[in-house]
């Protein structure tokens, strides 16, 4: 059975910091890539950062660089996102995901969470 559980959402004020965590089990655990998308009301889901566990590349959206950072713990088998300065247009409900391929694209991964909401206030 494949299981991606995030946490760690939250309500913070403009400016301010939170952690989501994603704890890989099953087959999940075995692919190359874990990545975080976010989908916000009335949009679409769009890449936030991916993490290549295996040679420790990163790749982060235009929008978040320098102010997201993607992790891995590879005991824990868990994947992190510290987001810092956050702003209310980062809101939205954010999804971790696993694949094999380090891409932007919705379609190029395998398993999913459900997804953890992170509302950012002004």
């Known amino acids: 059975q494949v299981q991606l559980v995030e946490s760690g959402g939250g309500l913070v004020q403009a400016g301010g910091s939170l952690r989501l965590s994603c704890a890989a089990s099953?087959?999940?655990?075995?692919?190359?890539?874990m990545a975080w998308f976010r989908q916000a009301p009335g949009k679409e889901r769009e890449f936030v950062a991916a993490f290549m566990w295996s040679r420790g590349i990163t790749a982060y959206a235009d929008s978040v660089k320098g102010r997201f950072t993607i992790s891995r713990d590879n005991a824990k088998n868990t994947v992190y996102l510290q987001m810092n300065s956050l702003n209310p247009e980062d809101t939205a409900h954010y999804y971790c995901a696993a694949g094999d391929l380090l891409r932007p694209r919705t379609s190029d991964y395998l398993y999913w969470g459900q997804g953890t909401q992170v509302t950012v206030s002004s």
């Open positions: 099953g087959r999940a655990v075995s692919t190359s890539v």
